[in-house]
């Protein structure tokens, strides 16, 4: 064996070592790396009353009232299997609207979260207004697809 | 901008700013080194610098 | 291979290169020039995210360098240790500057971006969290070679560091489909193609193009520098010697 042959075998056990590695202890931590859970992940999983969670999905179409002029909103978000009714006070982010995601910050007591923080989250689609008008005249729109 | 002039504005400030902070540092490093070696060329003599400039392509031709 | 061979002499390759910078930079202006035109005055606002999406144009390209220039350097740190390319532990160490300067414009204007539509400049989500390890790892690299006495051990010891942090790259890339992020999912780079409208993928693969240059006209320049700077050490050894 050359040297050159040598040392690229090193280089290449070395990376498949590392990327194994890597696999194992991102698979073996995923509950810390998930941003948020999805509203069946708290169902299933269950949450202690006093254990700070975030919460992700869809803010359900028609469920936003908002009391005291905006300062407080209640909303229910879903993953289309479940769903979470939110309470909160503050001030929503500019993207916050119904049939968007939504990630909300704070504890759940069984039945209702209450959130400290209410965060937009937005799904990968890109267009003009006249575009998306379009799409849905036509019938191609796919509402809530990407919904987690 | 819709309200949002500001947010907008000022990414594409930042994004002018550290391309022009990238170049700019980028030829004053080249000019002050290039200034660095004619002048250590001047010093250390044309003869010693002629064997120095081969011994240097030799180097570089390992691979 | 035999043009790569070519190539792989330093004073022929930058005599090369030489020749190549006022295209690049020409070309580089022209399209930079007609992604500013289309990405902030000629491009329509998105549906959702109005004005804001112009932001996209700044933002996704930077992040687009900043793992384009890792995985060149990557590649260039492992010719390094295995064929001993010269150049190649040159081309690296003129690169990374950049590389941390393109991160750091992405972490910017993505905060800039984050505040209007998600409600926050910055969360600790694994996309966000990714790059910003990718910006300690530029930075990690470029302390790491100048660490040593012996330049040829940083050089070594930062090309490791190099290879040990491409495993970053993958993860950046997949974390917003491996995970729950704030961060959505690839508009461009995807199976089913890009889910972004063509009158504005067109500033976005301008701007695109115009970095990737701006990046090859730099990495010019500063390999050129770089160059000097081993012939200055030469010298100076023979001077002492």
């Given amino acids: ?148 | ?63 | 291979m035999n043009w790569f061979h070519w190539l792989a002499n330093p004073a022929r390759f930058m005599r090369f290169a030489a020749r190549l910078q006022p295209w690049i930079m020409a070309l580089g202006l022209l399209t930079g020039a007609a992604g500013l035109y289309f990405g902030l005055f000629a491009s329509p606002a998105d549906y959702q995210q109005g004005e804001t999406v112009r932001i996209m144009y700044v933002h996704v390209p930077s992040a687009w360098m900043a793992m384009f220039i890792y995985v060149v350097m990557a590649a260039a740190a492992g010719s390094f240790l295995i064929w001993k390319h010269p150049l190649a532990d040159v081309a690296a160490q003129a690169a990374a500057p950049v590389g941390a300067g393109f991160t750091l414009m992405a972490l910017i204007t993505g905060a800039l971006w984050g505040q209007p539509m998600w409600g926050t400049w910055w969360v600790w989500d694994a996309r966000l969290t990714s790059v910003l390890i990718l910006f300690f790892l530029y930075l990690g690299y470029i302390a790491l070679v100048n660490a040593f006495d012996d330049p040829e051990r940083g050089s070594k010891a930062g090309a490791i560091l190099l290879l040990v942090g491409v495993v970053n790259i993958p993860i950046i890339k997949f974390s917003v489909d491996w995970w729950n992020t704030l961060h959505q999912p690839a508009s461009v780079a995807r199976m089913d193609g890009p889910s972004v409208d063509p009158s504005m993928l067109l500033p976005l693969l301008l701007m695109a193009g115009a970095f990737k240059l701006y990046f090859l006209y730099l990495l010019i320049v500063r390999m050129r520098g770089e160059l000097t700077a081993r012939r200055i050490r030469l010298l100076r050894l023979s001077d002492i010697a």
Wanted: net charge neutral; hydrophobic share 40%.
């Fill in chain 2, 1 to 63: 901008m819709g309200g949002y002039a500001a947010y907008i504005w000022s990414s594409y400030g930042v994004v002018v700013a550290v391309l022009a902070v990238m170049l700019v540092s980028s030829i004053l490093g080249v000019r002050a080194r290039e200034r660095e070696l004619s002048a250590l060329e001047e010093r250390v003599g044309p003869r010693r610098q002629r064997r120095q400039q081969s011994g240097l392509k030799d180097a570089h031709h390992d691979a």
């Fill in chain 1, 1 to 148: 064996m050359t040297p050159k042959r040598r040392r690229l075998s090193i280089v290449l056990i070395g990376l498949a070592m590392l990327g194994t590695a890597a696999a194992l202890v991102l698979t073996a931590f995923e509950d810390n790396l998930v941003f948020f859970f999805s509203p069946t992940d708290i169902a299933e999983k269950g949450v202690g009353p006093d254990r700070r969670i975030r919460i992700g999905g869809m803010v359900e179409d028609g469920s936003w009232q908002k009391y005291e002029e905006g300062l407080r909103s209640e909303f229910v978000v879903t993953d289309f299997q479940n769903a979470v009714k939110v309470v909160y006070r503050g001030s929503l982010p500019d993207l916050f609207r119904e049939g968007q995601g939504v990630v909300a910050e704070g504890k759940f007591n069984g039945t209702v979260f209450t959130a400290s923080e209410v965060l937009a989250k937005h799904d990968e689609n890109y267009m003009p207004r006249e575009v998306a008008d379009a799409l849905k005249k036509s019938g191609r729109w796919k509402e809530g697809e990407e919904a987690k």
